[in-house]
């Protein structure tokens, strides 16, 4: 079983970056679809991106795409998230998921614990 651990959040102004980070442990990590969700303080969490096993498929949200960019490298059990042209409505706590299936489905089997990124206006 897959043990997630996201890293990277923090606080930033608006137009800034921040790189996020997903390290795997405990499994094959070129054997999961990858994927960043988000939740806002009062909001249900939404769909941010995801990447295939492969790395050769990569999906956004309409509300980040051209702004984040998603990327995995498996020799080092990683996927990132690139976040750049931050806005205040980004602000929430990321999670990463992880699902066996060649793509991420809604409902990944397996979380991390999440990383507050914060955007200041």
């Known amino acids: 079983q897959v043990q997630l651990v996201e890293s990277g959040g923090g606080l930033v102004q608006t137009g800034g970056s921040l790189r996020l980070s997903c390290t795997a442990s405990g499994g094959t990590f070129g054997s999961y679809a990858v994927g960043w969700f988000r939740q806002a303080p009062g909001k249900e969490r939404e769909f941010v991106s995801s990447i295939s096993r492969n790395g050769l498929s990569t999906y956004y949200a309409a509300s980040v795409k051209g702004r984040f960019t998603i990327s995995r490298d498996n020799a080092k059990n990683t996927v990132y998230l690139q976040m750049n042209s931050l806005k205040p409505e980004d602000t929430a706590v990321y999670y990463c998921?992880?699902?066996?299936?060649?793509?991420?489905?809604?409902?990944?089997?397996?979380w991390g614990q999440g990383t507050q990124a914060t955007v200041s206006a």
């Open positions: 998921a992880a699902d066996p299936n060649s793509l991420l489905r809604s409902s990944p089997p397996y």
